[in-house]
């Protein structure tokens, strides 16, 4: 269960600020890499739940990251562009040689802004992939709760798909030299067939993100994490808050 803040106490307590400058709870709050994550960050402090099992489950979330030995790096730049990327207008390319063929040699007579976008995408998205891969497979073994280890299953049977892992595992470092017919594989993939599947896998990651941003607050201001009462009378009790 959900509850509403009006605007008036949104303001009184400083929630959120209208530029960068100002000081605010979310912006003490936000340690996170991405703008995904910051979005998601947002509306998780935007959207307070009050429904104890809701909160004992994110608890859990909370606890079982600062319990890790391992953190995902993010580069923000790199999420930024890949967000770029997918959601160019141009049409997703098609999967054959002939059209592969012929969009290279156009991209030579006449650079295109929307192939480069498309080929850089794909090197940043591919790096993001393999970066996740391993990531996971740190963490195989670990009991994540199992709202998380839902989310990373389906992630790690995306990264682990064949069909994607022989080119992106393979990537060169400089998108001028993936192969022409890659670029049209990979794209057509990415922002076509296999679509939603990649937004899962950036969703995943961007709540990650999220956790690990709360247990950085947790560990640099020596926070810790509430114990939840079950009481019809439930009261709220904070020590050493100085």
């Not at 290279?104 to 993001?128: C, F, Q, R, W």
């Not at 022989?166 to 057509?188: C, F, G, Q, V, W």
């Not at 640099?220 to 009481?231: A, D, G, I, K």
């Amino acid at each position: 269960m959900s509850f509403s803040i009006d605007k008036q106490t949104i303001k009184d307590i400083d929630l959120f600020s209208e530029n960068e400058k100002t000081p605010s709870l979310f912006g003490f709050y936000n340690r996170t890499e991405t703008i995904g994550g910051q979005e998601q960050l947002f509306k998780v402090i935007r959207t307070p739940f009050s429904d104890r099992s809701f909160l004992e489950n994110r608890k859990n979330e909370i606890k079982y990251m600062l319990g890790l030995k391992h953190t995902l790096k993010l580069n923000r730049r790199q999420f930024d562009f890949v967000e770029y990327y997918l959601k160019n207008r141009h049409i997703p390319l098609k999967n054959n040689i002939i059209d592969a063929t012929r969009d290279s040699l156009a991209n030579k007579l006449k650079a295109s802004n929307d192939y480069y976008v498309i080929s850089e995408g794909i090197l940043h998205l591919s790096g993001i992939l393999n970066d996740f891969k391993k990531y996971l497979q740190n963490i195989n073994n670990t009991n994540p709760p199992p709202s998380l280890q839902e989310n990373f299953n389906s992630s790690l049977q995306f990264v682990n798909d064949e069909s994607i892992t022989k080119y992106t595992e393979n990537m060169p470092n400089d998108s001028r030299k993936i192969k022409s017919k890659h670029i049209n594989l990979l794209d057509n993939l990415f922002r076509a067939k296999k679509a939603n599947e990649v937004r899962t896998v950036l969703d995943t990651i961007y709540e990650i993100d999220v956790l690990q941003s709360h247990c950085k607050l947790i560990r640099e201001e020596q926070f810790s994490l509430p114990e939840y009462s079950s009481t019809d009378n439930p009261i709220f009790r904070a020590e050493e808050c100085i």
